[in-house]
């Protein structure tokens, strides 16, 4: 059972390069979500989608860009990469929205140093 | 909007030993879920635990049992008969009827043998 997966697992980039964080699953959940992770502060939301073609902001979006054009993928791009970036990102995915027994399933998360 | 609170950032126990982490929540709807996830140094988030806002008995999950306190907004973890293998970071999340979950800060816990 694969999950959700996620590639790369570490990257170091430079200030202002671009790169594409990917994310795919094969659980066929609707659900998928992007988080960032620093140190101490727990996660914090970035984008999300509910379904194919659909996606929004969440607490932290500024800098990324996400598309969802299957169910199975989320991509991330980080354009213009600033240290700030330099994070933990891990992404979800979940059977159903709202209220729902159902938890998340994460990735192994991708270690990502902006220099 | 909702918030969960985690007060300990750090906990120790003993290897044999239990212990609760604790979990406080804000959330003006009526109906909602709580989660437990665990996070060990390799970096992964592994689900725990699941109480629901209405659920009449507190969930229980082998050596995980939730202390739900539904009056007074908690929701805290105890882990029974510690391992060394249970030192790792623990998340506290709950979900209303929206599509975005909320997180807690995380405690740290570290068992010692």
């Known amino acids: 059972n694969a999950g959700v997966t996620q590639t790369p697992k570490f990257r170091i980039l430079k200030i202002g390069q671009s790169m594409t964080l990917q994310c795919t699953q094969d659980?066929?959940?609707?659900?998928m979500y992007w988080y960032r992770q620093d140190p101490g502060m727990g996660l914090k939301l970035i984008y999300y989608s509910v379904g194919a073609g659909i996606t929004d902001k969440g607490e932290v979006p500024n800098g990324y860009n996400v598309s969802r054009s299957t169910t199975e993928d989320f991509p991330l791009r980080l354009e213009l990469a600033a240290p700030s970036q330099t994070s933990v990102y891990f992404c979800?995915?979940?059977?159903?929205?709202?209220?729902?027994?159902?938890?998340?399933?994460f990735g192994d998360g991708t270690r990502l140093s902006i220099l | 909007a909702q918030k969960i609170t985690q007060t300990q950032p750090g906990m120790f126990v003993q290897e044999k030993e239990a212990v609760t982490l604790d979990c406080t929540y804000d959330?003006?709807?009526?109906?909602?879920?709580l989660f437990w996830y665990k996070q060990p140094s390799s970096g992964e988030m592994i689900f725990l635990i699941y109480q629901g806002s209405y659920d009449e008995q507190n969930a229980t999950e082998g050596r995980y049992s939730l202390n739900f306190q539904k009056a007074r907004k908690s929701a805290n973890l105890v882990i029974s008969a510690s391992q060394l293998g249970d030192s790792a970071m623990y998340f506290c999340?709950?979900?209303?009827?929206?599509?975005?979950?909320?997180f807690g800060r995380g405690t740290s816990l570290i068992v010692h043998p």
């Open positions: 999340a709950m979900k209303g009827p929206g599509y975005i979950p909320t």
């Open positions: 979800a995915s979940s059977l159903t929205g709202g209220l729902s027994n159902q938890p998340q399933h």
């Open positions: 959330t003006s709807d009526q109906s909602y879920g």
């Open positions: 659980m066929n959940h609707n659900y």
